[in-house]
């Protein structure tokens, strides 16, 4: 098997005599919101230390290879990718371009529900008039739903600047939120859909995604998040060329150029604190890092109840707040190029017609499934793996379900858990012979991840995918306060921020978001100037000078 001339590995091994006594600044942890931050405070000169605790960077973004094959673990696809889209403009701002994209193509998701197959096609327009033409009797209410979309398109933006400091920011915040955010946008998605559309079957079309890509129920995630899921893939949906991790590689350049660096194999033990404020961080091996700012990327969890200590988690704050759900993914290596073994570039996503039943808990352990075949979308996986392919199928399991493991450690696991992945593992060959029949005969390896390694590697408590649930309570309801609206980029203890997730929404576009916003906060009022100031200007471009990193689609 042909192997790629890049590593999969991204960052450097910390070793004894690398690591400076002081820096410009510590981020803690390399998924993209910390990376986001680092390259930020980089651009505007200040000298960064990244410590990973895994052995490679990038957070859910990182890839891997296991005997000779290779997968990606967390991106399947980005969106807002288009020329002047705000993801793109990040992407070239982060990374002087060097990031490159391949267009997915028409359509870019498929829904299998309960037999019915359903494509989301590229544009509002198109999908709009394709649900109408499926559904001609619920036209009034598939425009209403179409329209009520659009006015959310502000909500998302709106929401991360109330995470501000400043009474600048607020106000303009307070002002923005009662111009934008309409009051169906905090509210139940599925109770508000449901006032739209009577059919069941287009209800499901239409809130599938969410519940699968969002790992909730659709009872509890607010309707602005549907929202922000239709407009995120308005024009499409893009693959990083080269694999998930050329995200982290093309951002480890500016770090290092502005005479930082990503350390990898570099647990942090806890965060300094010099009286009132964070001074620093102190890795495992007892080394202590100095600095003026600390940026914890590690989760609100992690970063309140374990680097500090507990110090601010007796305030009873994060306990009051839901897990998001946990999941297992299973990696298949296939023998045989994608167009041989009819492997799409667009994701499927497979549920029995009830895409809330499982985070309701009225069924099953696991949920409907989200499939995805990163090699068919990278136009340059055959080159360097011809004859190969590879896949990973994603549920989301019961919380409880690997429990009585959680005690047992890495590559040492009780044979009632090496039983429950077989079961597992099973299961998700089975959905897969059935939607994909071409590849029954042809799976050469498979390995199943669960919430264990997902704490392992990636270090989230409990394996959650998204850390803490992005739900109607922690945002608010327009009325009452949201459960995380303290948690913002801005903490309270001087000179510690907070980045990714936690800080607003999930995914890429919510880590990257909560980073950009760490990454204000961080900075001086000249810092400040010079990063937006820089990102208009990347917006400002020329569209061609933005597309010219576009890979052309896979095939």
Not at 228 to 238: I, K, M, S
Not at 342 to 363: A, I, Q, Y
């Amino acid at each position: 098997m042909a192997r790629s001339a890049r590593s999969v590995l991204v960052g450097r091994p910390l070793a004894s005599g690398e690591v400076a006594a002081e820096y410009d600044a510590v981020v803690i942890g390399s998924g993209a919101g910390g990376l986001t931050t680092a390259v930020c405070l980089a651009r505007q000169g200040r000298r960064v230390a990244v410590f990973e605790q895994h052995y490679t960077a990038g957070g859910y973004t990182h890839a891997y290879r296991r005997r000779g094959w290779e997968w990606d673990v967390g991106i399947h696809y980005v969106g807002q990718l288009a020329a002047r889209e705000p993801v793109r403009v990040v992407s070239d701002y982060l990374t002087d371009g060097a990031l490159q994209w391949a267009p997915l193509g028409d359509p870019y998701d498929e829904f299998r529900l309960a037999g019915e197959v359903y494509r989301a096609p590229v544009g509002l327009e198109a999908h709009k008039a394709g649900l109408i033409a499926r559904f001609p009797a619920e036209r009034a209410g598939i425009e209403a739903l179409f329209a009520l979309i659009s006015r959310c398109r502000a909500v998302l933006p709106v929401l991360a600047l109330g995470r501000l400091s400043g009474p600048v920011a607020r106000r303009l915040a307070r002002a923005l939120r009662a111009a934008a955010v309409p009051p169906q946008a905090l509210r139940p998605a599925r109770e508000v859909v449901c006032e739209l559309i009577g059919d069941e079957r287009l209800r499901q079309a239409v809130l599938t995604q969410s519940a699968l890509l969002l790992a909730d129920s659709t009872a509890h995630l607010p309707f602005f998040m549907v929202a922000v899921l239709f407009e995120h893939f308005r024009t499409g949906a893009w693959y990083p060329v080269g694999g998930s991790a050329a995200i982290a590689r093309a951002m480890l350049e500016p770090i290092r150029a502005a005479g930082g660096e990503v350390f990898v194999r570099a647990p942090v033990a806890r965060i300094d604190e010099d009286g009132a404020r964070a001074s620093g961080v102190v890795l495992a091996n007892g080394t202590r890092v100095r600095a003026p700012v600390v940026v914890s990327s590690a989760g609100a969890q992690n970063t309140f109840g374990t680097l500090l200590r507990g110090r601010l988690a007796d305030s009873g704050r994060l306990a009051g707040m839901r897990r998001g759900f946990p999941f297992v993914l299973l990696f298949v290596g296939f023998d045989g190029d994608p167009a041989e073994l009819g492997l799409p570039r667009h994701n499927m996503m497979v549920t029995d017609g009830d895409c809330d039943g499982f985070f309701d808990g009225t069924k099953g352990r696991t949920s409907g499934l989200f499939l995805s075949f990163s090699r068919a979308k990278d136009p340059t996986w055959t080159t360097r793996h011809p004859g190969r392919s590879t896949g990973e199928i994603l549920a989301y399991v019961r919380p409880g379900l690997f429990e009585a493991f959680h005690e047992s450690r890495w590559r040492d696991r009780d044979p009632a858990y090496l039983a429950l992945k077989a079961e597992i593992t099973a299961e998700l060959l089975d959905q897969l012979y059935r939607h994909l029949p071409r590849t029954r005969g042809r799976v050469a390896y498979h390995e199943l991840g669960t919430p264990l390694s997902a704490e392992h590697f990636a270090g989230w408590p409990g394996g959650s995918l998204y850390g803490l649930a992005k739900d109607v309570a922690a945002f608010g309801d327009g009325h009452r306060p949201g459960l995380a609206d303290w948690l913002r980029p801005r903490t309270g203890i001087e000179g510690l921020y907070l980045a990714g997730q936690d800080c607003l929404a999930g995914g890429f576009l919510g880590a990257v978001t909560g980073g950009l916003l760490a990454a204000h906060e961080a900075l001086d009022r000249a810092g400040r100037f010079r990063l937006w100031a820089g990102l208009l200007r990347q917006g400002m471009k020329p569209a061609a000078q933005q597309q010219r990193t576009d890979g052309p689609p896979s095939r």
